[in-house]
T-cell receptor
């Protein structure tokens, strides 16, 4: 079974631009989570989607948004990019039960975003 | 590959020795704990997990210990191999927010041949 895939793997943008990152979960997985990884802040939760609904959101400004499609694929968008948005953006998928659960999350390789 | 962290604590061990990686978690109400391994250029990879009603769980060459009294988690790797060199993260899932992982800062494990 193919793992979580993320596109693009590398991206360079300039301040003020916007960016869209894509994540395809493992086949059959319905939950997709996004994380930001930086050397200074480590791994931080952005948001989680299940059945096209955002169930939880981390402490990031409104410039960070996401969505999930009916096939469980997800995108995240960052508008008005700032230098501090340079990071590795990781997507994880899982196959959760209907309610809250601690199902194993499987991570993709990430998208390396550099903001100049 | 990507730099996971510039100031991570580093554990250096001789190949064949046992490794112990420690983690202090923050939320006494967390219900579930997980260890992840991240190699350069890759996303975190699940190693082993443990629920809060347990204090020990064993996998293949790995053991996780949970001490809820002092909010401490450890990962023991037996007979450490060069392929174990990576950054290791502990993560917790709070009871009141089961859809997200809260990660620790990570420890870099270097295995000397």
């Amino acid at each position: 079974k193919a793992g979580v895939t993320q596109t693009p793997r590398y991206l360079i943008k300039t301040r003020g631009q916007q960016v869209t990152l894509s994540c395809s979960p493992i086949s059959g997985h319905r939950s997709v989570s996004w994380y930001q990884q930086t050397p200074g802040q480590g791994l931080q939760f952005l948001f989680e989607y299940f059945s096209e609904t955002q169930r939880n959101k981390g402490n990031f400004p409104g410039r960070f948004s996401g969505r999930q499609f009916s096939n469980s694929r997800s995108e995240m968008n960052v508008s008005t990019l700032e230098l501090g948005d340079s990071a590795l953006y990781l997507c994880a998928s899982s196959w959760p039960k209907e309610g809250p659960s601690a199902d194993t999350q499987y991570f993709g390789p990430g998208t390396r975003l550099t903001v100049l | 590959g990507e730099s996971v962290g510039l100031h991570l604590p580093t554990l250096s061990v001789q190949e064949g020795d046992n490794s112990i990686i420690n983690c202090a978690y923050s939320n006494s109400a967390s219900d579930y704990f997980i260890w992840y391994k991240q190699e350069s250029g890759k996303g975190p990879q699940f190693i082993i997990d443990i629920r809060s009603n347990m204090d020990k769980r064993q996998g293949q060459r790995v053991t996780v210990l949970l001490n809820k009294t002092v909010k401490h988690l450890s990962l023991q790797i037996a007979a450490t191999q060069p392929g174990d060199s990576a950054v290791y993260f502990c993560a917790e899932i709070p009871m009141d927010s089961s859809y997200k992982l809260i990660f620790g800062s990570g420890t870099r494990l270097l295995v000397r041949p």
